[in-house]
């Protein structure tokens, strides 16, 4: 069975530190690989979006950025985070989808970032 | 007008009731639509996806009205543990290569004893 791991499941940082929040896929090849921040009591932002290694898409501007080394490995990063970063960030995977129908997609269990 | 629109509630219902929500979309181009549960502070976790004949999975019923483009969701015989917040959610827009889903800001429900 697939399972998808995020770490840190906490984090805590000053203004202006960087950051980096790795996500992992296991039992699965060629996922499709989302990263989405949910401040509180929003709803889910989709940030950036890969569907293979080295290919990277952004939904929106901002001072992330995202990389994906391996098939199954997605990294968010910044070099100095804002207040406004701070947020839940979810890491999800789908099967690539085929034809004209969208896939499902999984989450991570998420890290909440707060930025002080 | 967003592209995926929930009355965000909350619904506070008793036990056993049963409890109905609807979302609207607004690209009639749609093809693939789903229902997410998120409890507080933890990750979206798939419900159940929403087929054009309708679909049912033990108390949750979900139906797809394509002419008007709305989605529902319907709970029988609510459990404390069915209070979450329930997320619709849509296909993104572009090639479909890239799966992107849209999700909506979610409707909240409160089952009471």
């Known amino acids: 069975s697939q399972t998808i791991h995020q770490w840190p499941a906490t984090l805590v940082q000053p203004v202006g530190s960087p950051l980096s929040l790795e996500c992992t896929v296991e039992g699965t090849s060629n996922p499709n690989l989302y990263w989405y921040r949910q401040a509180a009591g929003r709803g889910l932002q989709l940030l950036f979006y890969s569907v293979g290694i080295g290919q990277i898409s952004s939904e929106v501007p901002q001072n992330l950025s995202a990389s994906r080394p391996q098939d199954r490995q997605f990294i968010l990063s910044s070099k100095k985070l804002l207040l406004s970063d701070s947020g839940f960030y979810l890491c999800a995977w789908s099967v690539r989808p085929s034809g004209r129908s969208y896939n499902e997609q999984f989450f991570g269990p998420g890290t909440r970032l707060t930025v002080l | ?113």
């Open chain 2, 1 to 113: 007008r967003k592209e995926v629109e929930q009355d965000p509630g909350p619904f506070n219902v008793p036990e056993g009731a049963t409890v109905a929500f609807n979302c609207t979309y607004s690209n009639s181009a749609s093809q693939s639509f789903f229902w997410y549960r998120q409890d507080c502070r933890k990750e979206p976790k798939l419900l159940m996806s929403v087929y054009s004949s309708g679909n049912e999975d033990g108390r949750f019923t979900a139906q797809l009205n394509r002419a008007s483009q709305y989605i529902s969701l319907l709970i029988r015989d609510s459990k404390l543990s069915d209070s979450a917040t329930y997320l619709c959610v849509v296909n993104g827009h572009g090639s479909s290569n890239t799966g992107k889903l849209i999700f909506g800001q979610g409707t909240t429900l409160q089952v009471k004893p």
